[in-house]
């Protein structure tokens, strides 16, 4: 057993004390990318795993820009801080990934869930690749969690991939989505209506009520359609409004069912399990990759064989052997 460093220890004291400074600190070293951070966030995440606290509740949640996450959020975790629990929330920004820029970053979001004392509202890294940013977030989760945050909430955006990503780090999904036609729905993505345990069609209000009912019918066949996700649970599908605050205790209740489903039927133990097994191995992949990139003579291998790949010279499949065996050759 090694001894700690003393910049884990003192994070990891102030996390055990609930302080929302020394979370911060920590999710920072955890998305961090130079060599000792890594090595430090590795002992903060593992002493806070390790920590005997009542699981949180992870739960994911995703829509398209505009959609009203951030208005859901808030209206959402204030009456959750009400109710007495602590609520953090952390985003998976797959844009800024790409462009350096971002979707979910805009600080006037989220604004009394900010200032609230219950409350920790972490902005997506703007930097780093998804699967960095992602990697990252799993950890940041894991210290929410020892820090005292019984729910915590993942928001993400976009691009199917990071919706695959934070549904493999949550307990449940859940997708927002508002009032539309039927056109409209052809062409929401079937493969994010499959992550998805809850769908809450917000805006359900005003002017928008009688769509937002419409749309919560068709939505609802064609859930029919869908093989289940769970055993344990059938995918429900509620209208709401952040706006107006309507039905959010229902959606509130909807998610403590489902929790109880997975208690019930020892799911959620096998469920993280699973999510422990297949991050295990995303990290085995990331670091042979990042290993063969770092290697002279595959690195070299690797660029002469892409343009061969490129002109169609030589087949995908040939040039990896190639570039895999020349990685492997002086490894032993
Ligand atoms: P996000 O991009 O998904 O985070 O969406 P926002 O929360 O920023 O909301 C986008 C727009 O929809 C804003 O103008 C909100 O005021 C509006 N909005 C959000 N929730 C509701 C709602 O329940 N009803 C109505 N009518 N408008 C809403």
Request: charged share 25%; proline share 4%; glycine share 8%.
């Amino acid at each position: 057993h090694q001894q700690q460093a003393p910049v884990v220890r003192a994070l990891f004291e102030g996390i055990c004390r609930g302080d929302r400074a020394a979370l911060a600190r920590g999710i920072t070293l955890a998305e961090s990318t130079r060599d000792d951070h890594r090595r430090q966030a590795r002992e903060l995440v593992a002493a806070c795993a390790a920590v005997q606290r009542p699981r949180a509740l992870r739960i994911g949640l995703t829509g398209t820009p505009g959609v009203g996450k951030s208005t859901f959020i808030e209206a959402l975790g204030m009456r959750l801080l009400r109710r007495g629990h602590r609520l953090s929330v952390l985003a998976v920004d797959p844009s800024s990934a790409r462009s350096g820029g971002s979707i979910l970053g805009d600080k006037t979001r989220m604004q009394d869930l900010s200032a609230a004392d219950g409350a920790y509202v972490r902005p997506s890294p703007s930097r780093g690749t998804l699967g960095g940013v992602a990697r990252g977030t799993l950890d940041a989760i894991i210290l929410a969690e020892a820090t005292g945050y019984d729910v915590c909430l993942v928001e993400t955006v976009g691009v199917g991939q990071s919706e695959t990503m934070v549904a493999d780090m949550v307990d449940m999904f859940v997708l927002l989505m508002q009032p539309a036609s039927g056109d409209e729905l052809q062409g929401v993505k079937r493969g994010i209506m499959e992550l998805a345990d809850l769908i809450v069609i917000n805006k359900a209000d005003g002017p928008l009520e009688l769509a937002a009912a419409l749309t919560r019918t068709e939505i609802a066949n064609a859930l029919h359609l869908m093989l289940p996700r769970r055993p344990a649970w059938t995918p429900k599908v509620l209208r709401a409004s952040a706006a107006t605050g309507h039905n959010l205790d229902r959606v509130w209740a909807t998610v403590l069912r489902y929790f109880d489903a997975l208690r019930a039927t020892g799911d959620w133990d096998a469920l993280r399990a699973e999510q422990r097994r297949k991050w295990m191995w995303r990290e085995v992949t990331h670091q042979l990759r990042a290993a063969l990139d770092r290697d002279p003579a595959a690195r070299a291998c690797a660029q002469s064989l892409e343009a061969d790949v490129l002109a169609g010279a030589v087949p995908p499949g040939a040039a990896a052997d190639h570039i895999v065996a020349r990685f492997l050759a002086n490894k032993n």
